[in-house]
């Protein structure tokens, strides 16, 4: 008897049958450790245990190349079966990339010699690109190309990284790692300006699609990416108050884009609040980093953490929660654990944003503990989501 692609994909472990599963489930217990461990040794609580080149440089990394990029391999992996009509990774061949990533963070982690964390990190980033190439180019899906060259600047954004690293220049380590937030916030802005809009619309039966213009979207996407090339290139280190500009237009157009898109029926539907939130702090990263560049803001950090924290963090735990119910054969909404913890990490975000200007060791604290308890709720509800099989018996 001939064995069907459904009776084989139902052999496989449920947990790797899609990427979503793994990335997802172990990025967010990657993350929901990793902010902890970082105020800690803040703190000089870690003293005796110092990760691969350092804690500063190893929380820069870890959020960024770490962190974001799993839950975006997981989301892009997955999405890539829909965008293309082809099987993407699944089985053995999920569960190899799987461990290069998660090899590579305890090398981190474990303060393993360099040239193993170039290695590895370096590895895992080139399978994804090629996987993604393989499948978008022989469906010949020239929408999503810009996807491969945002990963493909990734890449080159954690090559720079490792060589500042390598030749002790500090410098080269935060412009990569600048380049590296900017072009996370692109593919925001690619996936964002389609998920949001649509999802808005689908999930308040509203008869007509929300607006969108090609032109805005185009721009700030291009504007968006320049941003990233302009770190990764050095150039921004000397245009000074002119990055000002840029910044300003990101948040005019973003403001503009997400007024479109709103709708106040959203409030009663948090999986769209939290996204349209999560697009929200996006704005407000890119008007602080304007106010920043012109002098108005003694340093970065609130500006930095407005995206990391706020956009970036924010962003994924909404997706993850969208994507891992829709792709598990579950009704999109919410449990009363993932509400809660939504409501929790925009309350992180206003500490570490806000809170921290008043008294700084309070807004710290208080802002790690409100992060690990959102993401430990999140973790509570979605274990068993996430490592069993879909309930409509799909193989997915």
Not at 153 to 163: K, R
Not at 177 to 206: C, K, N
Not at 244 to 271: N, Q
Request: proline share 4%; aromatic share 12%.
């Amino acid at each position: 008897m001939q064995i069907t692609d459904r009776q084989q994909g139902l052999t496989i472990t449920p947990i790797w049958r899609l990427a979503f599963r793994p990335f997802f489930l172990f990025g967010m217990g990657f993350a929901a450790l990793a902010v902890p461990l970082w105020v800690l040794a803040l703190n000089g609580y870690l003293a005796d245990f110092t990760p691969a080149s350092g804690w500063l440089n190893w929380h820069q990394h870890e959020l960024i190349f770490g962190f974001a990029l799993a839950i975006i391999s997981g989301f892009l992996l997955t999405a890539v079966q829909a965008w293309t009509g082809q099987p993407s990774l699944s089985g053995q061949p999920l569960l190899s990339l799987f461990a290069i990533w998660l090899v590579a963070r305890g090398a981190w982690l474990l303060n393993a010699p360099l040239v193993w964390l170039v290695a590895l990190d370096s590895l895992f980033m080139l399978a994804l690109l090629l996987q993604m190439s393989l499948l978008l180019i022989s469906a010949k899906q020239r929408r999503n190309y810009p996807v491969l060259l945002i990963l493909l600047l990734l890449l080159v954004a954690n090559s720079s990284f490792m060589w500042g690293i390598s030749h002790d220049q500090p410098a080269l380590v935060q412009q990569s790692s600048y380049a590296g937030l900017w072009l996370i916030a692109a593919m925001i802005t690619l996936i964002g300006g389609r998920v949001i809009p649509f999802f808005t619309q689908r999930g308040l039966a509203l008869t007509q699609a929300l607006p969108r213009s090609a032109g805005l979207d185009n721009a700030l996407l291009i504007l968006t990416l320049g941003l990233g090339l302009l770190y990764l290139s050095g150039i921004a280190a000397v245009l000074g108050r002119y990055l000002a500009l840029i910044w300003l237009l990101l948040a005019v157009g973003h403001g503009y884009r997400l007024a479109r898109w709103y709708r106040s029926a959203i409030w009663r539907v948090p999986l769209l609040w939290s996204l349209q939130v999560a697009y929200g702090w996006l704005v407000i990263a890119c008007g602080l980093f304007a106010l920043w560049q012109v002098g108005w803001m003694a340093s970065p950090s609130s500006a930095v953490h407005a995206f990391t924290v706020g956009a970036m963090s924010n962003m994924i735990l909404a997706m993850v929660a969208r994507v891992s119910l829709g792709h598990t054969g579950r009704p999109l909404q919410l449990g009363r654990l993932t509400l809660v913890s939504l409501v929790l990490f925009n309350l992180a975000v206003i500490a570490r944003v806000l809170v921290i200007h008043w008294d700084y060791a309070i807004g710290l604290w208080l802002a790690s503990a409100l992060w690990l308890l959102a993401l430990g709720l999140w973790f509570i509800q979605y274990l068993p989501i996430l490592t069993r099989a879909r309930v409509d018996g799909h193989p997915g």
